[in-house]
């Protein structure tokens, strides 16, 4: 395996990790608040667990830790790591487009600092 297809796996990570979060989130606006019991939040989140997309969500959520593993025998962990942070830039962009979240200066703000570090320390020197 070459670098090219280690940095694919690398951003496969985060993409993963991202589409399990807006699965969660949709899935959890799906169903009602959690319960007050302990009894009852035991069942409510068995119950949630157990739901197909949720389900699939744990899978994109595994799949990027093995898309990680994969990337490590290739790439350096300080050069690769940044690729992780991507993720605070995906989720709340599909936040936006799935939810109607509102954007804020402040996430443009953050997203493009984020952006800038991610860019600052992937420069190979």
Do not use: C
Request: charged share 10%; hydrophobic share 60%; glycine share 6%.
């Amino acid at each position: 395996m070459n670098n090219t297809i280690a940095h694919v796996f690398a951003i496969a990570t985060p993409l993963l990790a991202s589409i399990s979060q807006i699965i969660v989130k949709w899935q959890v606006n799906q169903v009602k608040s959690l319960p007050d019991g302990i009894y009852d939040k035991f069942w409510f989140l068995l119950e949630f667990l157990v739901r197909p997309w949720v389900m699939f969500s744990m899978l994109a959520t595994f799949l990027g830790g093995v898309t990680w593993i994969i990337a490590m025998t290739k790439l350096d962990i300080s050069y690769a790591y940044p690729y992780v942070a991507a993720s605070f830039i995906i989720v709340p962009a599909l936040a936006v487009l799935f939810f109607g979240e509102h954007v804020t200066i402040g996430k443009i703000v953050g997203s493009t600092l984020i952006l800038s570090g991610i860019a600052v320390v992937m420069i190979k020197g």
